[in-house]
């Protein structure tokens, strides 16, 4: 099994601890943490496969540490990796912006030719819009760590078994 | 090119973040000033606001654009040149600050001569100024647009719709920036609104560009200004910007978040800092080194320590200084100095001498406009046909219809007015005077602006109202307003009771500067005792009774439907019971002419108010007391007043009848006092 990078901020609580439950499914084997807070712009391109941690901040946004990296992302070469995205969200107190960091990461990277997997179905979940949303799927795994924290679990571990079947692992 | 921080110039990289520095050191300097007593008690921080204040700044172009800067856009103005010397002076009040010499709200920063305006802060109210002024940027092919900024609970504001309709309806070139911090004061804006982000609400308006952007990023704010701009002036319509921001600190001095906000929220808010964001991407992407960050420190620190100990040399307003700017320029001719003549011929009827000023004024002066409801569409008028055919004759860009939405008629003539001093504007302010309430804020706004600012901008603006009863009305169609509307200092109001009286006063009016409150007593339009005939280019100053009778054992003053219902009480007194009394007119509210109302006082030493208005509150209550005050010792009986009953106006004839004033009452108030 190829390693798998998985980027996401270590100062994170939920997004962290849903970190390394999704790391602890693929195996700790075959997954690198890395702290995109302190990483080196170079450290992308040491994974053919990725999965980024993105929680939405405030009214729909990226957090400020992938958002601060966005710049020096453009310069990469993205074509021919294989991405999945997940983050948190809070579907009770944002339901206009749901996630919306997973589609803006997922858009941000599809302009430079990176292949998204990982797509969830957005039944169960209840939002007004999401920018994550595309034709009833979201770009990527949500979880609600404040309204459907019993459900994460086996979000999670269905989403590994996803990836693993769609990057033949 | 879009900016972002690998291709943006190091000159301007710097060049912005000197200015984000420098503003941070006064934002966070400005409560000190209170501390030590020097002023500033209104302080509203903008630390988490830097991108948006920033950009809104540098696309601002200064004597071209005009802008409404929001009492949190301290960066904003300072993006836009201002210096912080003007800052401070504005914080602690200073006679040189240049909003308005001490007379505003601190934290209120303008600079009028650059188009920075000065606003209110009754909030968001200035949207309609900035779809005002954008009107005349249309009008007169101006390459500019305007900018309005606000923090979004304002846009619970019901004109702040009515600013975006309306600007969307005429395609104005208007940038109106929304920026989100989360809060009105403590107020969370979930319990504003239903919807998450405020600028959504206008998104099925037609002619209308809704831009989000992330208004704590200096790039992404960049980038939604310059095209917010570039798309405004194209002539498509206007934009609104909605700008995520953090409120980092509390809403202002007297505000203490902790009450309302917990550790944790206030730490991720204060993690979210632009300006430390700005300085990391700076540091990250090798645009700049921590050396050059701190000597920018230096610098700002230095700049800073000498424009406060400018400002505090700074002096004082003056107490002697409260009644200067009060009133502008009045247009004076030695023709006619007390307004009276003595032309021959035929009489014009009230409604037609208005008409007829109107189109002669518009005929003289190219820059002068009308609007209102119901006042253009072929052959209607006005809602009482009072501008019929001006339409036809002065096109549809100086005379057209306004929306329903009375705050936007006299908010966007505001606006409009700041454009250039020689435009003149009159607006029909509502169907029926007493459908004017919802333009209160407006028409408040407007009487102090010139005072609120010094004498940098006056209004110049006539607001007509079709006012009064005896038309059968009721409520919203025959009240009366000039109780409530003469209590505001700064506002003009007159009440002409004859055709030549409304033509002199209504010509003086439009050749003023400062607003007027012009009342047309509607039930007189077509009224043969108010016809009367009309010298040419006949004007009147204001201020100027008019006495219509004499006699020698009491008088009456009064104005518009009252003058002539006690012109016949007069009449049926002296008929009747052989007792002479005078009428005395006072055509003007405000200015009053107190010589006038005196002299007449002691010559016959009894005198009867009467008006249309309640008693109850009512003007006569200021007549009264200014008799009393000045002219006790010539008095023989208390000053009596008859006026409506307190109650409001009846629709049933029957119902009118009782409630309003009439000649019997009048009469038998006359016989009252001259047998007191």
């Known amino acids: ?169 | 090119m879009k900016y972002g921080i690998k291709t943006t110039d190091k000159d301007k990289l710097e060049e912005w973040l000197y200015l984000m520095i420098l503003g941070r050191k006064l934002d966070e300097k400005a409560p000190n000033y209170l501390r030590q007593a020097l002023g500033w008690s209104y302080h509203a921080p903008y630390a988490g606001h830097d991108g948006i204040q920033l950009a809104i700044g540098q696309i601002f172009q200064k004597n071209i654009d005009h802008f409404f800067p929001y009492y949190r856009d301290m960066l904003s103005v300072l993006s836009a040149g201002m210096t912080v010397e003007e800052l401070i002076l504005n914080g602690i009040s200073k006679d040189a600050d240049l909003a308005s010499g001490g007379r505003h709200m601190s934290n209120h920063f303008a600079k009028p001569e650059w188009n920075i305006h000065n606003v209110s802060s009754s909030t968001g109210n200035h949207t309609l100024h900035a779809a005002g002024v954008a009107r005349a940027i249309k009008y007169y092919k101006t390459e500019a647009v305007a900018i309005s900024s606000q923090g979004e609970s304002s846009v619970s504001e019901g004109y702040v719709y009515e600013a975006v309709n309306g600007a969307a309806k005429e395609k104005l070139p208007v940038v109106f920036v929304i920026q989100d911090n989360g809060y009105g004061i403590s107020v969370p804006k979930k319990d504003q609104s239903a919807l998450p982000k405020s600028g959504d609400a206008f998104a099925s308006i037609p002619n209308l560009k809704i831009i989000h952007c992330n208004g704590k990023d200096v790039f992404d704010s960049m980038n939604a200004m310059t095209e917010a701009k570039q798309y405004a002036m194209l002539g498509k319509g206007p934009v609104i910007v909605h700008a995520a921001c953090v409120r980092i600190h509390s809403h202002s001095n007297s505000d203490n978040q902790e009450l309302y906000r917990d550790d944790y929220e206030l730490k991720y808010v204060k993690d979210n800092d632009p300006l430390d964001k700005y300085k990391r991407m700076l540091i990250r992407y090798d645009r700049i080194t921590e050396d050059e960050i701190l000597e920018i420190e230096e610098r700002a620190t230095a700049e800073l320590k000498k424009a406060h100990n400018a400002a505090l040399k700074s002096a004082d307003p003056s107490p002697d200084s409260i009644y200067e700017f009060l009133y502008a320029k009045a247009y004076s001719t030695n023709e006619y100095p007390d307004g009276l003549h003595s032309t021959e011929g035929e009489k014009i009827k009230y409604i037609d001498a208005l008409n007829t000023t109107l189109k002669e004024e518009f005929r003289a002066n190219p820059d002068t406009f009308i609007w209102g409801q119901d006042m253009a569409n072929k052959d209607k008028g006005g809602v009482f046909n009072v501008s019929k055919g001006m339409q036809q004759e002065f096109g549809s860009q100086r005379v057209f219809n306004a929306p329903i939405a009375e705050d936007y008629i006299l908010g966007t003539a505001n606006g409009m007015s700041r454009y250039d001093s020689k435009i003149r504007i009159v607006v029909e302010g509502a169907e029926f005077a007493d459908y004017f309430w919802p333009a209160m804020e407006q028409y408040v706004e407007m009487s102090h602006e010139y005072w609120r600012t010094k004498g940098k901008f006056a209004p110049n603006v006539v607001i007509r109202l079709a006012s009064g009863g005896y038309i059968g009305g009721g409520l919203y169609h025959s009240q009366s307003t000039e109780g409530v509307l003469s209590a505001f200092p700064g506002m003009r109001v007159v009440y002409p009771s004859f055709a030549d009286d409304a033509a002199g006063l209504l010509r003086t009016a439009m050749r003023s500067e400062g607003p007027t409150l012009f009342l047309e007593p509607k039930a007189l339009y077509n009224n043969p005792n108010a016809a009367t005939t009309i010298p040419n280019d006949y004007s009147i100053p204001f201020g100027k009774a008019r006495l219509l009778r004499e006699g020698d054992r009491a008088a009456i003053i009064t104005y518009g439907n009252t003058t002539h219902l006690s012109l016949k009480a007069a009449e049926k007194l002296s008929a009747e019971n052989g007792i002479e009394v005078s009428v005395l007119d006072l055509r003007s509210i405000n200015p009053l002419d107190e010589v006038a109302i005196l002299k007449l006082t002691q010559k016959v030493n009894r005198i009867l108010i009467v008006h249309e208005d309640k008693t109850f509150a009512g003007f006569g209550g200021e007549l009264s007391a200014l008799i009393t005050e000045k002219a006790f010792e010539f008095l023989d009986a208390p000053v009596m007043r008859i006026g409506s009953e307190n109650t409001p106006v009846g629709f049933n004839p029957i119902l009118e009848k009782a409630i309003l004033p009439d000649v019997e009452k009048i009469h038998k108030g006359l016989l009252n006092l001259v047998n007191n």
């Open chain 1, 1 to 169: 099994m190829k390693k798998i990078g998985l980027f996401y901020s270590f100062q994170t609580t939920r997004t962290a601890e849903s970190a390394e439950k999704i790391a602890k499914e693929f195996g700790e084997d075959n997954i690198d943490k890395v702290d995109v807070m302190t990483m080196k712009f170079s450290d992308f391109e040491n994974y053919e496969y990725m999965i980024f941690g993105t929680p939405t901040w405030f009214d729909g946004e990226l957090p400020a540490y992938w958002d601060e990296l966005l710049p020096a992302m453009e310069s990469l070469t993205w074509k021919g990796r294989k991405i999945a995205l997940f983050g948190l969200a809070d579907q009770r107190l944002y339901p206009a912006n749901f996630g919306d960091a997973v589609g803006i990461m997922a858009e941000f990277l599809e302009q430079f030719q990176a292949e998204i997997f990982g797509y969830t179905s957005i039944e169960g979940y209840q939002f007004m819009k999401s920018a994550a949303n595309r034709d009833d799927k979201f770009s990527g795994l949500i979880l609600d760590e404040d309204n459907q924290s019993e459900l994460s679990d086996e979000r999670i571990k269905n989403w590994v078994v996803q990836l693993k079947s769609e990057w033949s692992l």
